[in-house]
T-cell receptor, first 114, second 111 residues
Framework: EPEVTQTPSHQVTQMGQEVILRCVPISNHLYFYWYRQILGQKVEFLVS????????KSEIFDDQFSVERPDGSNFTLKIRSTKLEDSAMYFC????????????FGPGTRLTVT | GQQVMQIPQYQHVQEGEDFTTYCNSSTTLSNIQWYKQRPGGHPVFLIQLVKSGEVKKQKRLTFQFGEAKKNSSLHITATQTTDVGTYFCAGPDNYGQNFVFGPGTRLSVLP
């Protein structure tokens, strides 16, 4: 069964450093998403991406964040200058359609900012 | 903005007991989805409800969408230890493109 993959599984970085989180969505999916989940809390939407551009973003997704689909398979989330409060689990998800179609989540990248 | 609430926040049940979690939205939803997240895992899609008053069943799980399409429930009959996890409801945002997740209900099942 196809699945979303994410690398790395755990990333430790120092405050102020840039990090890139990588995702490989399911191959025939067209909509891609990033979510974050601070430990023990709810899943928070960051951004959605369709047709090579951002379609929606939340208030959390400020100028420090960017997303890219550099090739036909990878989908990346970059945090330019990490802050302590960026420590969280970051999930990538993809779906075949937008507008509420079921989303398939990757296993997540745990980001720890020290 | 849209708010999605869930109650209870936590539920501890004895194996074999039933469990229900309730989801309420501040706005009418075009559809609602339920996800399950096992401890240390990622959200896994369970079901989507679209129609007013819709009821769907998956083995021991029963999902309902309210008549006003602002609330939903998930009921598990005769819980098992494999049901342990956090159950999230999620509804589309005001633009209908992305989902706002509820805070989740964490279910513990005691053997």
């Amino acid at each position: 069964e196809p699945e979303v993959t994410q690398t790395p599984s755990h990333q430790v970085t120092q405050m102020g450093q840039e990090v890139i989180l990588r995702c490989v969505p399911i191959s025939n999916h067209l909509y891609f998403y990033w979510y974050r989940q601070i430990l023990g809390q709810k899943v928070e939407f960051l951004v959605s991406f369709y047709n090579n551009e951002i379609s929606e973003k939340s208030e959390i997704f400020d100028d420090q964040f960017s997303v890219e689909r550099p090739d036909g398979s990878n989908f990346t989330l970059k945090i330019r200058s990490t802050k302590l409060e960026d420590s969280a689990m970051y999930f990538c998800a993809s779906s075949h359609r937008g507008g509420g179609y079921e989303q398939y989540f990757g296993p997540g990248t745990r980001l720890t900012v020290t | 903005g849209q708010q999605v609430m869930q109650i209870p926040q936590y539920q501890h049940v004895q194996e074999g007991e039933d469990f229900t979690t309730y989801c309420n939205s501040s706005t009418t939803l075009s559809n609602i989805q339920w996800y399950k997240q096992r401890p240390g895992g990622h959200p896994v899609f369970l079901i989507q409800l679209v129609k007013s008053g819709e009821v769907k069943k998956q083995k021991r799980l029963t999902f309902q969408f309210g008549e006003a399409k602002k609330n939903s429930s998930l009921h598990i009959t005769a819980t098992q230890t494999t049901d342990v996890g956090t159950y999230f409801c999620a509804g589309p945002d005001n633009y209908g493109q992305n989902f706002v997740f509820g805070p989740g209900t964490r279910l513990s099942v005691l053997p």
